[in-house]
Nanobody, 125 residues
Framework: VQLQASGGGLVQAGGSLRLSCAAS????????MAWFRQAPGKERQFVAA????????YHGDSVKARFTVFRANAKNTGYLQMNSLKPEDTAVYYC???????????????????WGQGTLVTVSS
């Protein structure tokens, strides 16, 4: 089972990017997904999560109203739409998947058993 995040790159402040998360060896449908990020020298940070059915979404305080998590179960893919990017959003972004539709605390990284290589997002000022 492997998850692969893609779509990162270099963008100017105020710009947008859409990250994708594809899974191989496992369906994502029905299982909660989350995005975390880690900037150099900083701790891993919760960004956003969505339940397995796609009916409930959760976003970290630092990205609310700018980022949107969504999923296309038919394509076995999750997404993170990032708008109004800021230099402080610069980080490696990881997608993770759990074994349940929902969790009490979607921001807890220990919920998610599957993850993979991240994708680097660099926002220039």
């Amino acid at each position: 089972v492997q998850l692969q995040a893609s779509g990162g790159g270099l963008v100017q402040a105020g710009g947008s990017l859409r990250l994708s998360c594809a899974a191989s060896g496992r369906t994502l449908s029905g299982f909660a997904m989350a995005w975390f990020r880690q900037a150099p020298g900083k701790e891993r940070q919760f960004v956003a999560a969505i339940n397995g059915r796609g009916s409930n979404r959760y976003h970290g305080d630092s990205v609310k109203a700018r980022f949107t998590v969504f999923r296309a179960n038919a394509k076995n893919t999750g997404y993170l739409q990032m708008n109004s990017l800021k230099p402080e959003d610069t980080a490696v972004y990881y997608c993770e998947s759990g074994d349940r539709n929902t969790y009490y605390d979607f921001g807890y990284s220990g919920n998610y058993a599957y993850w993979g290589q991240g994708t680097l997002v660099t926002v220039s000022s």
